[in-house]
């Protein structure tokens, strides 16, 4: 994916843009979207509740200590704790790191241990997921619109210097939505299997969390260039595909509530991974069509 497509397809290459863009909706804030009708970075570090905030500064502090500046270009906070919604004891950490080169395996090792220490040592979160990325795979051209969107709207500045200056400012287009979620059905086969080989309650419950997240968000991005705006609640994308999808509204409804609260209950799953993802992921296709392929 190149610099050269227009604003219409969700990318304005210069950062340069002029009106809302917006179906004649004003309120462009309550869609997530900056002044100039492009879409607003959502987290801040000035949005973390108290709660959290010695969570965050240790996990600063160990970072910089485990991967120190040869191997570190930057850290990043995502999710619900830099958007100011996050749960004491329900919500996860997120990271992402990204790296001077290309990480390794040890470089995924000490971030899994990380990970793993955070949520052992702050019982105010339920896990702690750690993301590892070589800095030029996230700029490439290739990840301009998923790794790299995601960078610049959807991850909050922790260590080091942002990447989000050197990437695009982003509209709510059909290229986005292609390539942040025009992926799904590659995920369906991995997710049978995992169902397939769960262990217990507490394997299930992993299974569900992680696969309502991705059909939710999935759901919204099919809906996204139409309404016009950007959201990571889930609540509200699931609302927001409704009024699009009324005839899988209730499935979609059922998927915002699992990711939320999670349960082990197999029929769920099953409804979930045999009935919405493909008939989500074929939708998916026919309107926006299939993400470029990753090596």
């Given at each position: 994916m190149?610099?050269g497509?227009?604003?219409?397809?969700?990318?304005?290459?210069?950062?340069?843009?002029?009106?809302?863009?917006?179906?004649?909706?004003?309120?462009?804030?309550?869609?997530?979207?900056?002044?100039?009708?492009?879409?607003?970075?959502?987290g801040?570090?000035?949005?973390?509740?108290?709660?959290?905030?010695?969570?965050?500064?240790?996990?600063?502090?160990?970072?910089?200590?485990?991967?120190?500046?040869?191997?570190?270009?930057?850290a990043?906070?995502?999710g619900?704790?830099?958007?100011?919604?996050?749960?004491?004891?329900?919500?996860d950490?997120?990271?992402?790191l990204?790296?001077?080169?290309e990480?390794?395996?040890?470089?995924?090792?000490?971030?899994?241990?990380?990970?793993?220490?955070?949520?052992r040592?702050?019982?105010?979160?339920?896990?702690?997921?750690?993301?590892?990325?070589g800095?030029?795979?996230?700029?490439?051209?290739?990840?301009?619109?998923?790794?790299?969107?995601?960078?610049?709207?959807?991850?909050?500045?922790?260590i080091?210097?942002?990447l989000?200056?050197?990437?695009?400012?982003?509209?709510?287009?059909?290229?986005?939505?292609?390539?942040?979620?025009?992926?799904?059905?590659?995920?369906?086969?991995?997710?049978?299997?995992?169902i397939?080989?769960?262990?217990?309650?507490?394997?299930?419950?992993r299974?569900?969390?992680g696969?309502?997240?991705?059909?939710?968000r999935?759901?919204?991005?099919?809906?996204?260039?139409?309404?016009?705006?950007?959201?990571?609640?889930?609540?509200r994308?699931a609302?927001?595909?409704?009024?699009?999808?009324?005839?899988?509204?209730?499935?979609?409804?059922?998927?915002?509530?699992?990711?939320?609260?999670?349960?082990?209950d197999?029929?769920?799953?099953?409804l979930?991974?045999?009935?919405?993802?493909?008939?989500l992921?074929?939708?998916?296709t026919?309107?926006?069509?299939?993400?470029?392929?990753?090596?």
């Open positions: 190149t610099a497509h227009s604003s219409s397809d969700g990318f304005d290459g210069s950062g340069g843009h002029s009106g809302s863009g917006g179906h004649g909706d004003k309120n462009l804030a309550g869609r997530g979207l900056a002044p100039d009708g492009t879409i607003a970075r959502e801040s570090l000035d949005r973390v509740p108290t709660v959290f905030r010695a969570l965050v500064e240790t996990t600063r502090t160990r970072i910089a200590a485990l991967f120190g500046p040869d191997r570190l270009h930057s990043y906070l995502y619900s704790i830099p958007r100011g919604t996050a749960v004491p004891g329900v919500s950490l997120d990271l992402l990204a790296l001077r080169r990480p390794t395996a040890v470089d995924r090792t000490d971030a899994e241990a990380l990970g793993a220490g955070l949520d040592d702050f019982p105010v979160v339920d896990g702690a997921g750690v993301l590892v990325f800095a030029d795979a996230l700029l490439s051209p290739l990840e301009r619109h998923d790794l790299g969107f995601f960078v610049a709207c959807l991850c909050t500045p922790l080091g210097d942002d989000a200056v050197r990437l695009p400012r982003y509209r709510p287009g059909r290229v986005l939505a292609r390539e942040t979620n025009g992926d799904l059905a590659l995920a369906l086969p991995c997710w049978r299997e995992r397939a080989a769960a262990a217990g309650d507490d394997d299930r419950r299974l569900v969390r696969i309502s997240r991705r059909l939710v999935t759901g919204f991005t099919l809906v996204m260039p139409d309404w016009n705006g950007w959201t990571s609640d889930l609540a994308s609302e927001i595909f409704a009024a699009r999808y009324p005839a899988r509204a209730e499935h979609m409804r059922l998927a915002a509530v699992a990711a939320r609260t999670p349960t082990p197999p029929a769920v799953l099953t979930l991974v045999t009935d919405l993802a493909p008939w992921a074929a939708e998916y026919a309107v926006h069509g299939r993400k470029a392929p990753r090596p």
